[in-house]
């Protein structure tokens, strides 16, 4: 009988595709939501419209640029030794892929499950279930862990335990997050967000070693010297020129040559341009079920609680923006001489202000402190990406994305770029019951750690977010 | 029915601004409003709604210094769900006000 049921499951798997199978999964897990019907068909409708979106999107773009890519990499290794193989997606790309796998079909509906059950017990102070979006975080682990070790088991602990481990940093950060962006109970819990703010804790004395807490950059002034080169378009065609000056640099003296240029520039702002359009229709799916699990939070009375929210609300502070925006040429110049790099980034540079939330938050806005730190930690997650791009990308494929053989490798600088959380993923990926060990072993002791000494941790940082001079908040 | 136009500010443009907007689109049309929106992000808000002639902004991400020509309301409610009765009632009075 369950057999006959797997079998049945497992042919519907592989006869429909995922733009298919997606969309109906979030149908279903809207109405259990007891989202109206007609609000259900239309979540359904958006999310077969952004998979298949971005199926077109992607296949009509990889041939393009993946020929200038693999010429660009031969250029540059024989000049730095970098070969920069590999193509950064962005998250938007990495999302659709992450939710359209076996893992993430079953983790929109157990994660939702998990966080709630975790809040009510008081295991968690934070209140998940209102960011269901950034689940794809934990997914695109697990669906690798999957992938390469057909064990679905795995698969769906490794993405457990990087869900609890996100959890435990966001409520790390969670006050002082709240009281920098000035959102009273709330805290961001994108776990790929999150995870420099670790970072940012552990290497705070050191920066202050080098008096990096008293300098003080002005976001506002640098902010408006920067413009229109903050713009995603612009952003395009400066990366896609890039890459086709440097992948043709033989024959520039030909006028065919950079047509191919001037082509494989417009593409890629195009790529900047649309991929969060695609996005939209996608987020439009999570809408009605984001909404109705909203309820399930109740009142929270007597607790000290905070609710997660998408890192969105942060993006534009001036801080924030600013130093995301200095780090965008700084991370393309690491990327080209950073030995062991494949990765050029691309789509998720407009991330980066994203990224630094958990150091904003953590140094009070001190810019020089940010950029540092930032550039130090996401050029440790470029290599975390060139060490997972190959895996990502047979992913990206069997869930149904026509990458064409032998083109580049795709990857999400933001969402993989994870040098941390990304261990943990390699500790399930070993299948070593010693390493897995190890990775659930660190978090039990960071949990109780943070447990007993709550308050002499929050004050601690509290402490050495205010020795920073530079203060931008107004 | 009313038409109105609305900018939506989050941080990409893309995922929160969208949501804010679908649910505007929602609850104004129960007060006779229809609603046309515009999804951006906080670096090109400002010369987008000096170009669009919009009848309200709302936003979850800050916004840069400058003259909008329009009344800005902070969306943020539609994320944590409290006070988020209020927040179309805000808009709602916004528009009322600008003879909508």
């Known amino acids: 009988m369950i057999d006959g049921i797997l079998m049945t499951m497992k042919a519907i798997i592989d006869n ?7 969309p109906i999964i ?3 897990i809207a109405l259990i939501f007891r989202v109206p019907p007609k609000k259900a068909f239309l979540s359904m409708m958006n999310a077969a419209v952004a998979l298949m979106g971005f199926t077109l999107l992607i296949g009509a773009f990889t041939p393009i640029i993946s020929p200038m890519i693999m010429s660009m990499s031969e250029t540059m290794s024989g000049i730095t030794g970098v070969a920069l193989s590999t193509f950064d ?5 990495t999302a659709v892929v992450a939710f359209a796998t076996n893992a993430g079909m079953i983790y929109l509906g157990l994660g939702i499950l998990l966080q709630t059950v975790l809040f009510l017990v008081k295991w968690t102070n934070i209140f998940q279930p209102s960011d269901l979006w950034n689940n794809y975080s934990y997914i695109v682990w697990g669906a690798m862990v ?4 057909d064990n679905f088991l795995l698969g769906i602990a490794c993405m457990v335990l990087l869900n609890l481990y996100s959890l435990l940093i966001s409520e790390l950060i969670a006050k002082r997050w709240s009281a920098y962006y000035g959102y009273p109970h709330c805290t961001i819990i994108a776990m790929h967000n999150v995870e420099p703010a670790v970072f940012a804790v552990l290497i705070d004395p050191v920066l202050n070693l080098f008096r990096l807490d008293k300098v003080n950059l002005n976001p506002k002034a640098i902010e408006k010297k920067i413009g229109v080169f903050g713009e995603p378009m612009v952003i395009g065609l400066f990366i896609g020129m890039l890459i086709g000056i440097i992948g043709s640099i033989g024959h520039l003296d030909s006028l065919k040559t950079w047509g191919q240029i001037f082509y494989v520039a417009v593409a890629t702002c195009t790529i900047m341009a649309l991929f969060p359009k695609v996005a939209g229709v996608f987020a439009q799916a999570f809408a009605p079920i984001t909404d109705a699990a909203k309820k399930i939070m109740g009142d929270g009375k007597g607790r000290d609680w905070y609710i997660a929210v998408n890192d969105a609300v942060g993006y534009g502070e001036s801080a924030t923006l600013t130093s995301g925006l200095l780090l965008i040429p700084i991370m393309v110049f690491i990327a080209t001489i950073l030995p062991g790099n494949i990765v050029l980034p691309v789509v998720d540079l407009l991330a980066i202000p994203y990224m630094v939330q958990g150091l904003v938050s953590v140094y009070k806005g001190n810019m020089a402190k940010i950029i540092v730190a930032g550039a130090i930690w996401f050029s440790l997650g470029l290599l975390m990406c060139s060490q997972t791009a190959s895996l990502f990308t047979q992913v990206a494929v ?3 994305f026509a990458i064409p053989a032998g083109a580049a490798l795709i990857t999400s600088f933001n969402i993989l770029g994870k040098p941390m959380l990304g261990l943990v993923f390699l500790a399930f990926l070993s299948q070593n019951p010693f390493y897995i060990g190890i990775s659930v072993a660190i978090y039990a002791v960071a949990y109780a750690a943070f447990r007993f000494k709550r308050g002499a941790i929050e004050d601690y940082m509290e402490k ?7 203060v931008a908040e107004e | 029915m009313k038409n109105v136009k609305i900018l939506s500010v989050c941080g990409s443009g893309t995922v929160t601004s969208t ?4 649910k505007l689109k929602e609850h104004l049309l129960d007060e006779g409003y229809k609603v046309e929106a515009t999804e951006a992000r906080p670096t090109e808000a400002l010369s987008m709604a000096q170009a669009g002639s919009y009848d309200v902004i709302v936003h979850t991400s800050p916004l840069p210094e400058g003259e909008y020509g329009a009344p800005i309301i902070d969306a943020f409610a539609c994320m944590t769900g409290i006070g988020e009765d209020q927040f179309y009632a805000d808009v709602v009075a916004v528009l009322q006000a600008a003879g909508k």
Not at chain 1, 89 to 93: N, R
């Open chain 1, 464 to 470: 050495m977010a205010n020795r920073n001079t530079a």
């Open chain 1, 398 to 400: 069997s869930a149904g």
């Open chain 1, 146 to 149: 999957i992938y390469a070790t």
């Open chain 1, 89 to 93: 997606v962005g998250w938007q790309a």
């Open chain 2, 19 to 22: 949501m804010v907007a679908e």
């Open chain 1, 26 to 28: 979030i149908f279903f």
């Open chain 1, 16 to 22: 429909f595709s995922s733009a298919i199978i997606v």
